[in-house]
């Protein structure tokens, strides 16, 4: 198989190949929905907003303070009430549950990350500054889940979830000039 974008070849391989494992963010969308984040690169870890986490062994080796995107499908998403009980290798945060709707046998949800800590009373007043507000409430991302997922655990809009992630991909992120 092989996945064309303005009559370039952007990747090759075995259909499972290209779908679970995406060379570029074209790829990756082109095949079904994803979920794509921008982090950074800090000493061997990822980081998001004020999460952290651990970079998959496939994972290719960037620049210090290098911008990535972070990409998973919906169904790589784990959610709980409780980190420990994820029982995924990667911690993605923490949300809100902002839509729940059913496609046949699968359950979608609109999740809103918040990737930053709420303020402690005991600290001073911080203040968050964004050069662009879209994302001051956090970042929406879709997770599906299976019947046999959505009976085990009920979900209401307006839930507070941890996120885990069973698998991603690293891609470089190249922002272009500010």
């Known amino acids: ?13 075995t259909s499972f190949e290209i779908y679970n494992h995406p060379q570029t963010e074209f790829v990756a969308t082109f095949l079904g929905a994803a979920n794509v984040l921008i982090g ?33 499908r919906p169904e790589d998403a784990v959610l709980n009430f409780q980190p420990q009980l994820l029982g995924t290798p990667y911690f993605l945060g923490r949300g809100i ?3 729940i709707y059913y496609v046949g046998p699968i359950e979608r949800l609109r999740i ?17 500054d964004l050069v662009d507000e879209t994302y001051a409430t956090g970042f929406p991302i879709s997770v599906t889940r299976s019947k046999w997922k959505t009976s085990e655990m009920e979900l209401s809009i307006g839930d507070p979830v941890v996120v885990g992630l069973k698998d991603y991909r690293l891609l470089p992120y190249y922002p272009i000039g500010v």
């Open 97 to 99: 549950v902002e839509d």
């Open 40 to 72: 950074s690169w800090r000493s061997g870890r990822v980081t998001l907003g004020t999460s952290e986490m651990k970079v998959p062994p496939h994972a290719p080796a960037f620049a210090e303070h290098q911008p990535v995107r972070i990409v998973f």
């Open 1 to 13: 198989m092989a996945v064309l974008n303005q009559g370039k070849i952007e990747q090759q391989g």
């Open 112 to 128: 809103r990350l918040t990737l930053w800590r709420p303020p402690d009373i005991s600290e001073q007043k911080k203040t968050l």
